[in-house]
């Protein structure tokens, strides 16, 4: 496939210029573009060539990469003077490896898909050292065909590259994993500088936390036993005895002088939840506020969420 395939990447930044690295490991001929000339230089001395403008690349190229820093640019070089919609082959296909907002992807696929092209989204997760090492998830929305034909180039890569749905849903993914992510870094700020306040050592403390129970397992697994399939009864721990617990903890933040407002936040949601009588439910009930306030029911098949399961511990 490497022989037939011409690929073209433009944004070779941090994340970019590594990923478009592994294409050219991979044996692919490689056409490039940057706002700056030199960010290609390790390429072009590989053997890729240098294309002026996006409109230039997409006359030359069967499958198209971008990556780059904002949805702006992203609509720029696609849709823009001189952009790759300008040059782009009938039947070629797209991807956006930028984290996007999904109207924007959404707006250019359709631009797209009337000029006979494809354009899927495809953001990726793994950092700059997973750009480089392959170790990295990416994760796509849009055409399946497009997908699968040429899944060997997204493998060259990352080890994860996944079909996600409909135009858009990779975004979606992307925001939710990241949105998740931040939160959480912001409750372990208030968290952690309340118990180095109260006198423990931080790495102690993090290793006495690691052992816990929310220590020992991956974050997004928390959501299966309750949450995605809606079953909050029979308690796995009640709620009343959770919202205890949240209240010594702001009770100790209040006596530290330590600003806790996520903490505090999540105490609120948990004497609502108590509020309404789901004392004796499982403490993530407080969840369904969130659903409640949202307009939206999540109560997905137990076998399904258990097949997620097992195909994520898998690795598949």
Known sequence: MPNDVTVGYIGLGTMGGRMATNIQKAGYKLIVHDLHRQSASHHLQNGAEWADTPRA??????????????????????????GLIE????????????????????????????????????????????????????????????FDKYKAV?????????????????????????????????????????????????????????QGVSGRRPTFDGLLEQFLPGKYDPANFALKLATKDVKLATELGRELGVPMRICNLAYAEMSEACNRGWEGRD????????????????????????QAAERARGGG
């Open 57 to 82: 690349l997409a006359e030359r190229c069967d499958v198209i990469f971008t990556s780059l820093p904002e949805p702006a640019d992203v609509e720029r070089v696609a849709l823009g003077a001189d």
């Open 87 to 146: 040059g782009v082959r009938n039947g070629a296909v797209y991807f956006d490896m930028s984290t996007n907002a999904q109207s924007v992807v959404k707006k250019i696929h359709d631009a797209f898909a009337a000029r006979g092209a494809h354009m899927l989204d495809a953001p990726v997760s793994g950092g700059p050292s997973g750009a480089q090492s392959r170790k990295m998830a990416i994760w796509v929305g849009g055409e399946r065909g497009s």
């Open 154 to 210: 997204l493998d060259a890569m990352g080890d994860r590259p996944a079909y996600i749905g409909a135009i858009g849903s990779a975004t979606v993914a992307k925001l939710v994993h990241n949105m998740s992510s931040y939160a959480v870094t912001c409750a372990l700020a208030e968290t952690f500088t309340m118990g180095v306040k109260a006198g423990m050592d931080p790495v102690a403390l993090w290793e006495a936390v690691r």
């Open 283 to 306: 403490s993530r009930v407080v969840m369904l506020l969130q659903e409640e306030r949202a307009g939206v029911t999540i109560a997905s098949d137990p076998e399904r969420v258990r």
